[in-house]
């Protein structure tokens, strides 16, 4: 990517409490990316994202002109390409560095980390008493949990928790190190590392302090203060600009509608497997939808992209949908219907 997609708007779909979303946020602040942010109500139906033609209902998405891409594993390795004049936050490639972050971001994602963490919501939250929002998340997650069976897994999760707060005292940040790759600043390892344990922190009543507190994990605890302090530091640093102009949905549109793209068209490698054995090539009506939550929500539209690593696809508003591979199910849009 050029120095000139780089000046390219930047949209932030999100709802600020969203530790997915904050990820980003984290990452756009530390980084100095200039972006604007347009706010969306914690439940569906978000017409705003809607009119993108996008059926996706997971928070965050972000488009850079008119790409718009989804999930934050894409998202942020998409960021690291912009603005090559800004220090990239990611490891280089080709390291053992990389692999550490890389690691990182399975564990938190892939390895459950997050889904025991949601499970450790204090259940008084208003926003979680809310029967709105439990017929919605019910839809998110293909089911409702009954308060029995919550309780239940709570022990569970809690002892998840503490073991991978373990890991990281005994292990990486075990010899009082300030970033887990031991960089002067905080680099994305922190990022993929910190931010289910910043969010589980900050939420009084989550943790039972006897078994999961500064007490126990002060190296831990210490590290989560010390990101916070960074990227409010970082935000201060860049005063007013820091700060996100707040846009409404028809602006954000607008904004995207009337940009350029930030890609090339990238094509459909037609040696890739999943190709081949649907018979997919470039300009075929296809459905795309996330296999681990939200995956009742499918997109569709015009497959224009298709490597080992992302898929890209057209939607009737004219936008450009990318989706990273890892976690995501193409289809052609006729075979879906047998659930292959
Ligand atoms: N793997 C996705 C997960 C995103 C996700 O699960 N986000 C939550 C919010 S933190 C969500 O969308 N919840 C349902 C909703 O807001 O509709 C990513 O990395 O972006």
């Known amino acids: 990517m050029s120095d000139a997609s780089s000046r ?17 946020v984290w990452y756009l602040v530390l980084r100095g990316i200039p972006y604007v942010q347009c ?30 891409y989804l999930d934050t594993r894409l998202i942020i390795q998409k960021l690291e390409q912009l603005y090559p004049s800004l220090p990239k936050l990611g490891a280089a490639d080709g390291t053992e560095q990389k692999a550490i972050e890389r690691l990182l971001e399975a564990y938190a994602i892939d390895g459950g980390i997050f889904v025991r963490a949601s499970q450790l919501l204090p259940t008084d939250l208003p926003l979680l008493k809310d029967p709105k929002f439990q017929k ?16 239940a897994l709570r022990p569970e999760a809690v002892n998840e928790i503490k ?28 990022i993929e590392a910190v931010w289910p344990f910043h969010w589980l922190a900050g939420l009084p009543g989550a943790l039972p302090a006897d078994q ?16 916070q302090a960074a990227v409010s530091a970082a935000a201060k640093k860049k005063g007013a600009a820091a700060r996100p102009k707040s846009v409404s949905g028809d602006e954000a549109h607008k904004t995207i509608l009337e940009s350029a793209f930030n890609e090339a068209n990238v094509g459909v490698e037609s040696s890739e497997p999943i190709a081949q054995f649907h018979g997919l090539k470039s300009g075929h009506s296809v459905e795309l939808w996330p296999t681990d939550s939200g995956s009742s929500h499918r997109d569709t539209g015009k497959l224009v992209g298709l490597g080992g690593k992302e898929v890209v696809v057209e939607t009737d508003a004219g ?16 075979t879906t219907a047998s659930n292959l």
Not at 137 to 145: I, K, P, S
Not at 212 to 227: E, G, H, K, L
């Open 8 to 24: 390219l708007p930047i949209v932030l779909y999100h709802y600020p409490y969203s530790p997915f979303a904050k990820r980003v």
């Open 319 to 334: 936008v450009r949908l990318h989706a990273p591979r890892h976690g995501f199910r193409l289809r052609a849009a006729s």
């Open 212 to 227: 999961v507190s500064a007490q126990q994990f002060p190296n831990v605890y210490a590290w989560i203060a010390r990101f």
């Open 39 to 68: 706010l969306q109500p914690p439940i569906m139906p978000r017409p705003d994202i809607a009119r993108l033609g996008v059926k996706y209902r997971r928070i965050p998405i972000l488009s850079i002109g008119r790409d718009v």
């Open 136 to 151: 919605d998340r019910a839809d998110f997650f293909g089911g409702q949990v009954s308060r029995e069976v919550a309780a």
């Open 163 to 190: 073991n991978a707060m373990e890991l990281l005292e005994t292990t990486l940040l075990a010899d009082g190190r300030d970033w887990i790759l031991k960089t002067e600043q905080p680099s994305l390892a922190d």
